[in-house]
């Protein structure tokens, strides 16, 4: 069985070098760079099972890195930032981070957070049946093996994140999930007050979808209790 690889991506040695000690002793085999462009690298080059990224790097930040990583890959990645805002943090999550640490950080909650991305990207990899139907709705076609969305034949680049919400809701269309349903569904956590990073990742969602703000065509929102898929 090979060894689980962990690509850290931070230009500062020092908070690289504890994400590594902390990571060894769990035993996973660790990459360390110092720049987003390396990072790219990286992971185009070599088998990567989840990366964590600095924001603020040179050469590349973490989210232009995440943008150019997302084009051909789908593996976990984990933000870490001094950043710490709410609004920071979702922009992380709407980005295409699965999770975002902020600075200072304990070590040892890192790791959990690794060990729970790692655990629920496995869990998706070895529960999806290779006889995964194609869902249609409309001119809406998602292959839920290659991950990749159609609308009208056009295709629609969304982040893992709004992927797993839009595939969520269209394998249960008429359904309602509450914004909870949504976060414990999709993020694999007890909900803890996610209620607004859903949100906004329905808010992108739509976008991409080119649903018109007053007239929801996809996904409808029912007041008060929460989203289901009107296909």
């Given amino acids: 069985m090979k060894p689980i690889t962990i690509l850290i ?14 990571l060894l002793k769990e035993g996973y085999r660790c990459i360390k760079v110092s720049d987003g462009l390396e990072a790219v690298q990286v992971i185009r080059t070599k088998p990567v099972d989840l990366a964590i990224l600095d924001i603020m790097m040179p050469n590349l930040d973490g989210y232009d890195a995440t943008q150019l990583i ?53 869990q998706f990899n070895t529960s999806a ?24 034949n056009n295709p629609i680049e969304l982040t ?14 008429k359904k309602v999930f509450s914004t909870e349903n949504i976060f414990e569904h999709v993020w694999g956590e007890a909900y803890y007050q996610g209620g607004n990073t859903v949100m906004v990742h329905i808010r992108t969602l739509r976008k991409k979808l080119g649903e018109d703000m007053h007239k929801n065509k996809w996904i409808k929102t029912v007041w008060g209790v929460g989203y289901s898929f009107n296909g």
Avoid: C, W
């Fill in 129 to 152: 049946p290779s006889s995964q139907s194609v869902l249609e709705a409309g001119g809406l076609v998602i292959h839920p093996e290659q991950r990749t969305v159609f609308l009208y």
């Fill in 70 to 122: 997302r084009t051909s890959h789908h593996l976990p990645i984990i933000f870490l930032s001094a950043k710490t805002s709410d609004l920071d943090k979702i922009t992380g999550l709407v980005r295409g981070a699965d999770d975002y640490v902020t600075k200072p950080f304990n070590p040892m909650e890192l790791v959990a957070r690794v060990n729970a991305q790692l655990r629920r990207a496995m």
């Fill in 9 to 22: 991506a931070d230009d500062e040695p020092e908070i690289a070098d504890l994400i590594e000690l902390h």
């Fill in 160 to 173: 893992p994140k709004e992927f797993d919400i839009l595939y969520l809701l269209a394998r249960h269309p």
